[in-house]
């Protein structure tokens, strides 16, 4: 058979420009992305190593990429996992400096990601996305975005949206009756004034949740005094088992030099933190002994009985995220360091009254008071018959699988409502979901795909099952979290309802049958004109199929997993690896 031979394609197929080509000829695709933080530049690293006839653009809002790690610079930042797990899983460093690295090193982690994959070439800095609309007729989006540089408004288009602008974004000002009114130095952690001097000064600090915790042992040695301001108490201790640590230059030369001492280290730490899971079950076994030991750890650092009763929760460990918080504890028992309990009323020219009724002059105040975290989009989001993602999502945030919402075709997010981000590490889920966008974009491109959109069906199963199994967790009791929309007993929006390597699972292969899938024409004009696309590559082996044993991939899920885990390479007693962490 000479190379290039086709069969003409009948009259009621010419139309179609796919007739005249191989089986799945790929057409072009346009992708869209809001944000170039860590899951932007993954999403571009991915399209760029598995695509070819793609166009991206990444808009973001910042001067630079990596997102959060960019924008937060507080003092004490830094991540609140070991350092070492918090990076791609294909993309280790040997230069942290230490287990919780600051966010300067997380922020240059990224920016090397970016740099070393040339994905700058895709992002258009001080650009702010403020429009998106699903255009029916065209099977495309229509996104308006802001030049912030010359307030030039920029109309693009593309076939697939991906909305990568993250959770912890938009942060908010505490909602406290007068805080227009202070006439001094106000500063929010998410949007820190470098130039402001503590030194000296007496500084109020609003809050205990992760920022606040990382900020008070960071400015203790600065401020001359310090009035922290908290409602509700907080677990606070390395529940990794993993203490702050310098690495030491012996350490740093063996990741440097041994990349399997690395790849093992690493490893260690990712089954660790795993093994944690079990701990999130309520009224288990493994959640009575994490209590006993964090209320001991507490107490021990505290040495402080008023502070013990203050700070010490009584819920469960884990209903609201926990901070390793380094120094924080000792910190609050410092005889510089006053702790008020309780609500602010209001504040006034010069500081914070109270629920006791005092007034509490200071000279700066911070505000550790986090970020909206409804998953609500900060601009208007129009997908099919007109409807607004911010109006669908104003009582609750419905995803499909932390990826996706019914009625917004050819539209992703990335760690959407009900992503596995407090569940372990979240980098890799973040992989997961890159990948699982990717397939249905192969789909797409390679077939006569106008649009698709998960089910409302799909969406309504994955949230009644997700909210069931939320009722047997620590997450569902009554403490005050983001997980729940900053509510004290709501549903847990944020969370995924199983451990982050459950979610590996469920993401690895997409369920079509939930997506509701619209054609352009025929759907099988993607078979073309009868030749294969192997065929039309003189370069190929036209006869790959013929071996002489059989080293395809096993076709039932068991044994695909028995071969992507590893199984049998691993001994393990019957010890829990969680209670073996505390």
């Not at 690495?247 to 933190?273: H, M, S, W």
Request: contains cysteine; hydrophobic residues 35%.
């Amino acid at each position: 058979m000479a190379y290039g031979n086709t069969i003409e394609p009948t009259a009621a197929l010419v139309t179609d420009s796919r007739a005249n080509n191989p089986i799945h000829e790929e057409r072009r695709l346009k992708v869209i992305c809001i944000g170039a933080g860590a899951s932007g530049l993954l999403l571009a690293y991915k399209l760029q190593r598995s695509f070819e006839k793609f166009d991206l653009i990444v808009y973001e809002k910042n001067e630079g990429v990596s997102g959060t790690w960019y924008e937060n610079r507080y003092p004490g930042c830094a991540c609140d996992i070991p350092a070492h797990i918090y990076t791609w899983s294909f993309e280790p460093s040997t230069s942290w400096s230490s287990v919780y690295a600051g966010s300067g090193e997380v922020n240059q982690y990224f920016e090397n990601f970016a740099q070393k994959y040339n994905l700058h070439k895709y992002c258009k800095l001080k650009h702010l996305v403020s429009k998106a609309v699903w255009n029916e007729g065209e099977g495309r989006w229509e996104v308006q975005v802001i030049n912030m540089a010359t307030g030039e408004t920029i109309h693009d288009s593309c076939d697939i949206l991906v909305n990568a602008g993250g959770v912890l974004n938009a942060w908010q000002w505490p909602k406290i009756p007068g805080l227009e009114k202070y006439k001094k130095k106000l500063l929010h952690t998410a949007n820190w004034d470098a130039s402001v001097d503590l030194n000296g000064k007496h500084v109020g600090l609003i809050g205990n949740g992760s920022s606040g915790i990382q900020v008070l042992p960071a400015i203790h040695s600065q401020a001359r005094k310090i009035t922290t301001f908290f409602r509700e108490p907080t677990w606070v201790s390395p529940v990794q088992g993993v203490g702050q640590h310098i690495y030491t230059a012996e350490e740093r030369r063996v990741f440097e030099t041994d990349p399997a001492a690395l790849l093992k280290y690493r490893k260690q730490l990712e089954t660790d933190i795993n093994g944690i899971f079990p701990m999130f079950t309520a009224n288990s076994v493994n959640q009575q002994v994490a209590y006993d030991h964090m209320v001991t750890l507490m107490k021990t650092r505290l040495q402080n009985e008023r502070l013990e009763k203050l700070v010490i929760p009584k819920w469960a460990v884990g209903c609201r995220r926990i901070t390793p918080g380094v120094n924080y504890l000792e910190t609050l028992g410092s005889e510089k360091v006053d702790v008020v309990f309780g609500g602010i009323q209001r504040i006034t020219e010069n500081g914070c009254i109270s629920d006791d009724g005092k007034e509490y002059p200071v000279d700066v105040l911070i505000c550790a008071t986090g970020f909206e975290t409804s998953y609500r989009p900060r601009f208007p989001v129009i997908g099919s018959n007109g409807n607004s993602l911010s109006e669908a999502w104003a009582e609750e945030s419905k995803s499909y699988l932390g990826m996706a919402a019914h009625g917004f075709p050819n539209y992703f997010m990335f760690v959407g409502p009900n992503s596995p981000i407090g569940n372990g590490t979240v980098l890799v889920a973040i992989e997961a979901q890159a990948d699982y966008m990717l397939k249905m974009m192969d789909r797409w491109q390679t077939e006569t795909i106008h649009s698709f959109s998960p089910k409302k069906e799909a969406v309504e199963d994955f949230v009644e099952w997700k909210d069931e199994y939320m009722k047997g967790t620590v997450w569902q009791e009554e403490c005050r979290s983001w997980y729940k929309r900053n509510s004290v007993s709501g549903k847990v929006t944020a969370l995924w309802p199983g451990s982050t390597m459950h979610y590996l699972e469920a993401l690895a292969e997409p369920r079509y049958d939930d997506w509701d899938i619209k054609y352009d024409g025929n759907r099988f004009a993607f078979l073309g004109n009868g030749s294969s696309q192997t065929e039309k590559d003189p370069t190929a082996d036209w006869a790959y199929y013929i071996k002489n044993e059989d080293d395809g991939p096993y076709l039932s899920r068991g044994k695909r997993r028995k071969v992507f885990s590893k199984s049998g390479s691993v001994q393990r007693n019957n010890v829990d690896p969680s209670l073996k962490q505390l």
